[in-house]
């Protein structure tokens, strides 16, 4: 039985209550199987009861005018009407509390060890494809294999410093992983963000919940970009972005502003006397430390594309005599991409020689023939996805699929098979967000973010995306998806 | 710091300037055409010559009159330097350099950013009235941020840089027009409306009271000392002047700048210039040439400015693309 209280809100009207709350079909993050909620929910459960509808939706109202006001925006590639749009924000936050959290994180830490050790081995003695734990092929003939980068040892020998690894929870409430983002993760900011303005929106309720801070988030990063300079002195460090009109530029302003580093375009930057400079006010600075956010293609005309002008000609010849780090090091994409990730469990049996903590989702490799078959012939159960895509782009999610739809990957499978990977449908959670009638169920998942330097931090909980369009199972910003504060509770 | 920041928030106080004396501009001038006597028509076409894009008003608008003008100056959105093209110009590059910034500042800019685009779509002649004022609002808060909020260091003294140099200009440009526009000729002077316009023209830089304070009895040789030769009042040139010149000197004080260069030796000359005039000798030898020389010497200061610390030549065989920078749209 679920306690619904008539208490009335401070602004009177109709406290909220969860009746007729009924999630679709899956585990659901606040209520147990038999609608009562769970241990950790219970105290937020019973705080949300005593809101008022409408005193919740003008907390909402404000919250999201207040991202307005200081430009939280993100920019929609293809969308010329509204170029900047602030990512719906859901004022109801997702908790994970203190005994899974722990366990989460030991997964992750994990991971990204394995996936580190991966790229390393694979760009130096690839003991792992003569021991032919993976198919060369995978590898060798990725998109994202540098050749550029064989023999090359990264500062600290680190190459995944910064990972953001997409999590969901399957029907039985288990988490796993969906994606390892290891080539420029996005949304940190909108973790602090997010914190920022619910200390804002419900300071009352936060105040008692006990929840880690996140704060401490950049300092950490710094940390970890000190420790890669290759000078003793104090390292100058800068984040390099696209620019104005990239969707996360955003992301790029806050953390450079929060570290206190310099944000700089390539074309601020060249190379002098064996070095990289910054075009300062008082001539050329050196630079020691580069969190780049642009692509590894785009990093240096000389090297990768050459009709690249958001890049630095000479930059990579600079890094490969270790006179700059580059964070995350080129050739990581080598470990990130949809068809590698089906071989994660068995890399992480490799390089650490213990058992997966964290489970992957099971996958269809299309490039191999009984697996294709198994994907064609199951296009309306499973999800397809585009090896090298990303952003919720190039999908396919079978069970809310056309007969049309299923033709056309069926079409597009047969002809690029490598380029494909297939998933069951999972039943991710939902967790109860605020909609215009009150609360409903909606589709969550959550990236948490791990950084790799002197030693691997997780940023407690991380971003929680949310598919706000009724039974979507989309999260992306970029597909109308939103995102709510993830408290990790001590 | 970055060339490229230096620069861009350097235009941002050029372009928050900009918009705050066109919007006096505009708020003086719509008072004085009130006052004027019924059989003298409404001067509206000093206001664009004020701004020195005149060809181009007349090209779009062909008459000067108070709606063509006032939509021209605050609303008009294909003109470079309109109210609302400033501040989505400060806008812009405050997206670029937003880093730099507290976050005061930046929210600042974009809520009125924000607030300005929407009332645009609803303007109607009440609302002039209001986005007058709040442009300059907008502007003193704006100046108040940068002084409370965000350290005294580079970034702050290219701003300074940036908004005296532009007032600077903006003052002798307004004195220039609205002395030859509205007094062509020696009888006019000591006529009611002489006095009304040197009201209109201490107006325009909210100094009518501050002169009156200092010189009581309003004669064109005390206001063109006012507005020009005065040290303490914060629009008259040499204060500009001051004011630029000790940001300049901060800036090259920092380590690793070269100093004396080519822009404090140019500003410097300014300086002596004005410190050493006299209103009634301004007079004699011309007004409008004094000016004229003046406005020369400003835009060399700019430019100077520009090659010293925005576009330093690379050294030999580094090789590097250009960015892309801000550039004055008219004039």
Same mark, same amino acid.
């Given at each position: 039985?679920?306690?619904?209280?008539?208490?009335?809100?401070?602004?009177?009207?109709?406290?909220?209550?969860?009746?007729?709350?009924?999630?679709?079909?899956?585990?659901?993050?606040?209520?147990?199987?038999?609608?009562?909620?769970?241990?950790?929910?219970?105290?937020?459960?019973?705080?949300?009861?005593?809101?008022?509808?409408?005193?919740?939706?003008?907390?909402?109202?404000?919250?999201?005018?207040?991202?307005?006001?200081?430009?939280?925006?993100?920019?929609?590639?293809?969308?010329?009407?509204?170029?900047?749009?602030?990512?719906?924000?859901?004022?109801?936050?997702?908790?994970?509390?203190?005994?899974?959290?722990?366990?989460?994180?030991?997964?992750?830490?994990?991971?990204?060890?394995?996936?580190?050790?991966?790229?390393?081995?694979?760009?130096?003695?690839?003991? #792992?494809?003569?021991?032919?734990?993976?198919? !060369?092929?995978?590898?060798?003939?990725?998109?994202?294999?540098?050749?550029?980068?064989?023999?090359?040892?990264?500062?600290?020998?680190?190459?995944?410093?910064?990972?953001? @690894?997409?999590?969901?929870?399957?029907? +039985?409430?288990?988490?796993?992983?969906?994606? +390892?983002?290891?080539?420029?993760?996005?949304?940190?900011?909108?973790?602090?963000?997010?914190?920022?303005?619910?200390?804002?929106?419900?300071?009352?309720?936060?105040?008692?919940?006990?929840?880690?801070?996140?704060?401490?988030?950049?300092?950490?990063?710094?940390?970890?970009?000190?420790?890669?300079?290759?000078?003793?002195?104090?390292?100058?460090?800068?984040?390099?972005?696209?620019?104005?009109?990239?969707?996360?530029?955003?992301?790029?302003?806050?953390?450079?502003?929060?570290?206190?580093?310099?944000?700089?375009?390539?074309?601020?930057?060249?190379?002098?006397?064996?070095?990289?400079?910054?075009?300062?006010? !008082?001539?050329?600075?050196?630079?020691?430390? @580069?969190?780049?956010?642009?692509?590894?293609?785009?990093?240096?005309?000389?090297?990768?594309?050459?009709?690249?002008?958001?890049?630095?000609?000479?930059?990579?010849?600079?890094?490969?005599?270790?006179?700059?780090?580059?964070?995350?090091?080129?050739?990581?994409?080598?470990?990130?991409?949809?068809?590698?990730?089906?071989?994660?469990?068995?890399?992480?049996?490799?390089?650490?020689?213990?058992?997966? #903590?964290?489970?992957?989702?099971?996958?269809?490799?299309?490039?191999?023939?009984?697996?294709?078959?198994?994907?064609?012939?199951?296009?309306?159960?499973?999800?397809?996805?585009?090896?090298?895509?990303?952003?919720?782009?190039?999908?396919? #999610?079978?069970?809310?699929?056309?007969?049309?739809?299923?033709?056309?990957?069926?079409?597009?499978?047969?002809?690029?098979?490598? !380029?494909?990977?297939?998933?069951?449908?999972?039943?991710?959670?939902?967790?109860?967000?605020?909609?215009?009638?009150?609360?409903?169920?909606?589709?969550?998942?959550?990236?948490?973010?791990?950084?790799?330097?002197?030693?691997?931090?997780?940023?407690?909980?991380?971003?929680?995306?949310?598919?706000?369009?009724?039974?979507?199972?989309?999260?992306?910003?970029?597909?109308?998806?939103?995102?709510?504060?993830?408290?990790?509770? !001590? | 710091?970055?060339?490229?920041?230096?620069?861009?928030?350097?235009?941002?106080?050029?372009?928050?300037?900009?918009?705050?004396?066109?919007?006096?501009?505009?708020?003086?001038?719509?008072?004085?055409?009130?006052?004027?006597?019924?059989?003298?028509?409404?001067?509206?076409?000093?206001?664009?010559?004020?701004?020195?894009?005149?060809?181009?008003?007349?090209?779009?608008?062909?008459?000067?009159?108070?709606?063509?003008?006032?939509?021209?100056?605050?609303?008009?959105?294909?003109?470079?330097?309109?109210? &609302?093209?400033?501040?989505?110009?400060?806008?812009?590059?405050?997206?670029?350099?937003?880093?730099?910034?507290?976050?005061?500042?930046?929210?600042? &800019?974009?809520?009125?950013?924000?607030?300005?685009?929407?009332?645009?779509?609803?303007?109607?002649?009440?609302?002039?009235?209001?986005?007058?004022?709040?442009?300059?609002?907008?502007?003193?808060?704006?100046?108040?941020?940068?002084?409370?909020?965000?350290?005294?260091?580079?970034?702050?003294?290219?701003?300074?840089?940036?908004?005296?140099?532009?007032?600077?200009?903006?003052?002798?440009? &307004?004195?220039?027009?609205?002395?030859?526009?509205?007094?062509?000729?020696?009888?006019?002077?000591?006529?009611?409306?002489?006095?009304?316009?040197?009201?209109?023209?201490?107006?325009?830089?909210?100094?009518?009271?501050?002169?009156?304070?200092?010189?009581?009895?309003?004669?064109?040789?005390?206001?063109?000392?006012?507005?020009?030769?005065?040290?303490?009042?914060?629009?008259?040139?040499?204060?500009?002047?001051?004011?630029?010149?000790?940001?300049?000197?901060?800036?090259?004080?920092?380590?690793?700048?070269?100093?004396?260069?080519?822009?404090?030796?140019?500003?410097?000359?300014?300086?002596?210039?004005?410190?050493?005039?006299?209103?009634?000798? &301004?007079?004699?030898?011309?007004?409008?040439?004094?000016?004229?020389?003046?406005?020369?010497?400003?835009?060399?200061?700019?430019?100077?400015?520009?090659?010293?610390?925005?576009?330093?030549?690379?050294?030999?065989?580094?090789?590097?693309?250009?960015?892309?920078?801000?550039?004055?749209?008219?004039?």
């Amino acid at each position: 039985m679920r306690g619904t209280l008539f208490f009335q809100g401070s602004k009177g009207g109709f406290p909220v209550a969860f009746e007729g709350y009924q999630p679709p079909g899956c585990y659901d993050e606040m209520f147990a199987a038999d609608g009562s909620p769970r241990a950790d929910w219970g105290d937020l459960h019973r705080r949300l009861e005593l809101f008022a509808r409408e005193e919740l939706l003008t907390k909402k109202a404000a919250a999201e005018a207040a991202m307005v006001r200081m430009g939280i925006t993100f920019n929609v590639y293809g969308d010329e009407g509204g170029t900047e749009k602030i990512i719906p924000f859901d004022i109801v936050p997702r908790l994970i509390g203190a005994s899974e959290w722990a366990s989460l994180e030991s997964g992750l830490v994990q991971r990204v060890q394995a996936l580190n050790a991966f790229v390393a081995d694979v760009y130096g003695d690839q003991k #792992i494809l003569k021991d032919r734990v993976i198919p !060369s092929e995978l590898v060798l003939r990725s998109p994202h294999f540098l050749k550029a980068c064989v023999g090359l040892r990264p500062p600290q020998d680190i190459w995944c410093h910064i990972s953001g @690894i997409d999590i969901v929870r399957d029907g +039985d409430g288990r988490f796993r992983v969906l994606e +390892d983002n290891l080539r420029c993760p996005s949304g940190v900011s909108y973790v602090l963000k997010n914190r920022f303005i619910m200390k804002k929106t419900l300071p009352h309720v936060f105040q008692d919940m006990r929840v880690v801070p996140v704060d401490d988030y950049p300092v950490k990063l710094l940390e970890m970009l000190a420790y890669l300079s290759p000078r003793a002195e104090r390292p100058v460090a800068v984040l390099l972005t696209p620019g104005r009109y990239n969707s996360a530029y955003f992301e790029h302003c806050f953390l450079a502003q929060k570290m206190g580093i310099g944000l700089v375009e390539g074309s601020d930057l060249v190379v002098h006397g064996g070095e990289v400079c910054m075009r300062t006010t !008082s001539g050329l600075e050196r630079v020691d430390v @580069i969190y780049r956010r642009i692509d590894d293609e785009f990093l240096d005309p000389q090297v990768f594309r050459s009709d690249s002008l958001l890049g630095v000609a000479g930059l990579f010849e600079v890094y490969r005599r270790g006179k700059v780090a580059l964070v995350n090091a080129p050739g990581v994409g080598v470990a990130d991409n949809k068809a590698l990730y089906a071989y994660v469990p068995e890399i992480i049996k490799y390089y650490t020689g213990a058992e997966p #903590i964290l489970p992957n989702v099971e996958t269809f490799l299309a490039r191999y023939k009984k697996q294709r078959q198994h994907i064609l012939e199951n296009l309306h159960k499973l999800v397809v996805k585009e090896v090298s895509g990303s952003g919720g782009y190039g999908m396919l #999610i079978g069970p809310h699929s056309t007969a049309g739809q299923r033709e056309e990957f069926a079409r597009k499978i047969e002809q690029h098979p490598e !380029s494909y990977i297939a998933q069951p449908t999972l039943a991710i959670s939902s967790a109860p967000s605020l909609v215009d009638g009150g609360f409903e169920p909606r589709h969550v998942d959550l990236r948490p973010f791990v950084l790799y330097g002197k030693g691997i931090y997780v940023l407690p909980g991380g971003l929680t995306r949310v598919a706000l369009k009724k039974g979507s199972l989309v999260v992306n910003s970029s597909q109308g998806g939103g995102v709510k504060d993830t408290w990790v509770l !001590s | 710091m970055l060339s490229r920041t230096a620069n861009a928030i350097y235009w941002i106080a050029r372009y928050l300037e900009r918009a705050e004396n066109a919007a006096r501009f505009i708020d003086v001038n719509c008072n004085l055409s009130l006052d004027l006597p019924p059989w003298t028509p409404p001067q509206w076409l000093p206001l664009v010559m004020t701004t020195g894009d005149d060809r181009w008003f007349m090209k779009k608008y062909k008459q000067a009159n108070e709606e063509n003008v006032v939509s021209f100056l605050l609303f008009d959105a294909e003109y470079g330097n309109s109210v &609302i093209s400033c501040i989505e110009r400060v806008r812009e590059l405050a997206l670029t350099v937003r880093e730099v910034f507290s976050l005061e500042i930046f929210e600042a &800019i974009n809520s009125f950013h924000l607030q300005l685009k929407s009332a645009r779509k609803q303007a109607r002649k009440e609302a002039t009235d209001r986005w007058l004022g709040e442009t300059r609002r907008f502007s003193h808060h704006l100046s108040g941020c940068m002084n409370a909020t965000m350290t005294h260091d580079e970034a702050w003294h290219f701003f300074q840089l940036g908004a005296y140099l532009e007032r600077a200009e903006k003052t002798s440009r &307004i004195i220039d027009v609205k002395y030859f526009y509205l007094l062509p000729s020696p009888e006019y002077v000591d006529s009611a409306l002489d006095n009304l316009h040197y009201y209109s023209l201490l107006n325009s830089t909210s100094g009518l009271e501050m002169y009156l304070r200092k010189w009581g009895l309003v004669n064109p040789l005390n206001v063109i000392d006012f507005l020009i030769l005065e040290r303490s009042f914060p629009r008259a040139v040499l204060f500009c002047v001051l004011r630029a010149m000790e940001s300049l000197q901060a800036i090259t004080g920092m380590p690793g700048m070269s100093s004396p260069n080519q822009a404090e030796q140019r500003l410097g000359l300014i300086h002596d210039d004005l410190n050493s005039a006299k209103a009634d000798a &301004i007079i004699a030898k011309g007004l409008h040439e004094f000016i004229d020389h003046l406005q020369l010497a400003i835009n060399d200061v700019h430019s100077s400015i520009h090659g010293c610390f925005f576009d330093i030549p690379l050294p030999e065989g580094t090789d590097g693309t250009r960015p892309a920078e801000p550039r004055d749209s008219a004039h």
